[in-house]
């Protein structure tokens, strides 16, 4: 008796239950059936994360979806709104997303102050002054199929934030009205923040939206464009308030802070040719000659002289360590004088050559000590074989002694 009331209750949960959950949608049921671009919505809403959530057209443009009679599901008196105008649409979007008992019923964690950050960026200043060109929600999220920020397939997922963005402000035409650059995605894809995040796949890399805001967004402003920067790079940032530098670039000084010296979108890897030669960046300041580029010279010599050391303490210790010699507590020990160049590195935006230094200091002392540690170890190598060369040879004469003993023994037998 079990077996068939066992297969009874699959038939239903199979059938039964699912067929009686779904409601109908003549909405999805008219546009699937239809030639033009009306098919579109339709072919696109299985991917929306509004019906992942179990929202419906309707849901957004009213109407009464269990009718087929279109004069019925598309009746105002049902509550149709059919396509909002394109000025309406973040307030429209805003319906749902700006109220927390809504939305605390399908995403808790959700914020619910992007209708009001959208009017506080430059989209939304523009939109309310007139301007249809600017973009809204539609734009950056997509229509019918909006997807979580976290799927990978999303245009606002942080692999596709940027490029998202350059739909609109890499169109010369579009941005032409504005008087905005249409560089911004070239340069960026050139930069230290791409490499990282499409080559090394950090996802926490800097995007469009990391420094310019989302809903929100506006450039960010010339005096505080050092505290937009610092917070990835907060040291740096500690530093270089406390630098002469800072009072130069910020506010009426002169503006820029960190981009006059590595740029705003080609942020590039940074390294001692920025203090001199040809791309020395100090230069577009100091004149050649002068006691300034005179310090930023002494401190690149400084920096490019400690990365030399250790990259020899580096090579002896590891043809050491590829013979054979124990050379582990060197080679930590290497470790140690990279970071103390990090700091040195870091202890450049002071600008003051003293805290430069004294890293630097630190870090030769281990690069002296670490190839010394190198250079015994190949020595001792050295002596080990000529030790096990002569071992060889004494082992050797003593065998044919014993060979030329025996052969002497026979004989006089």
Same mark, same amino acid.
């Given at each position: 008796m079990r077996a068939p009331v066992i297969l009874f209750l699959l038939w239903f949960a199979v059938w039964i239950v699912p067929g009686s959950a779904a409601a109908p949608d003549s909405c999805v049921t008219c546009h699937a059936a239809v030639d033009d671009a009306a098919k579109g919505p339709a072919a696109l809403i299985k991917n929306d994360i509004h019906i992942a959530h179990g929202l419906s057209c309707a849901d957004c443009h009213g109407g009464d979806p269990t009718s087929d009679d279109p004069d019925v599901a598309m009746n105002k008196k049902k509550g149709f709104k059919g396509k909002p105008a394109r000025t309406a649409i973040p307030k429209f979007c805003a319906t749902c997303h700006s109220s927390p008992d809504y939305m605390r019923k399908y995403a808790p964690r959700e914020r619910v102050d992007q209708f009001e950050l959208y009017q506080t960026s430059v989209h939304g200043k523009r939109l309310a002054a007139g301007d249809t060109v600017v973009a809204t929600c539609i734009d950056c999220h997509s229509v019918h199929d909006i997807r979580a920020v976290k799927d990978t397939a999303?245009?606002?997922?942080?692999?596709?934030?940027?490029?998202?963005c350059a739909h609109c402000h890499s169109d010369a035409q579009k941005m032409a009205p504005y008087k905005i650059p249409t560089n911004q995605f070239q340069e960026y894809k050139t930069s230290v923040h791409w490499e990282a995040l499409t080559k090394r796949g950090d996802l926490s890399a800097p995007t469009c939206a990391s420094c310019h805001g989302n809903h929100g967004a506006k450039p960010p402003q010339v005096e505080s464009v050092s505290a937009v920067c610092g917070t990835c790079h907060v040291l740096f940032e500690q530093l270089y308030e406390k630098s002469v530098h800072?009072?130069? +670039?910020?506010?009426?000084?002169?503006?820029?802070?960190?981009?006059?010296?590595?740029?705003?979108?080609?942020?590039?890897?940074?390294?001692?040719?920025?203090?001199e030669g040809p791309k020395s960046v100090c230069t577009g300041c100091h004149e050649a000659g002068s006691a300034a580029a005179g310090t930023a010279a002494q401190m690149a010599g400084w920096l490019d002289g400690l990365d030399g050391a250790?990259?020899?303490?580096?090579?002896?210790? $590891?043809?050491?360590?590829?013979?054979?010699?124990?050379?582990?507590? $060197?080679?930590?020990?290497?470790?140690?004088?990279?970071?103390?160049?990090?700091?040195?590195?870091?202890?450049?935006?002071?600008?003051?050559?003293?805290?430069?230094?004294?890293?630097?200091?630190?870090?030769?002392?281990?690069?002296?000590?670490?190839?010394?540690?190198?250079? +015994?170890?190949?020595?001792?190598?050295?002596?080990?074989?000529?030790?096990?060369?002569?071992?060889?040879?004494?082992?050797g004469i003593v065998i044919l002694a014993i060979r030329l003993l025996l052969r002497r023994m026979e004989s006089n037998t």
């Open positions: 999303a245009p606002v997922h942080p692999l596709h934030v940027s490029e998202t800072n009072a130069v +670039f910020s506010g009426t000084g002169g503006g820029g802070g960190c981009m006059v010296c590595h740029s705003n979108h080609a942020v590039q890897n940074p390294s001692t040719a920025m203090l250790l990259k020899k303490s580096e090579t002896l210790l $590891a043809s050491a360590e590829e013979s054979g010699m124990e050379v582990s507590q $060197a080679q930590v020990r290497v470790i140690d004088g990279r970071e103390n160049l990090v700091k040195a590195r870091l202890a450049l935006h002071s600008m003051k050559p003293a805290d430069v230094e004294k890293p630097v200091e630190a870090g030769m002392a281990i690069a002296r000590s670490t190839r010394k540690a190198g250079e +015994f170890a190949l020595h001792e190598k050295d002596v080990r074989r000529m030790g096990l060369a002569v071992s060889v040879l004494l082992i």
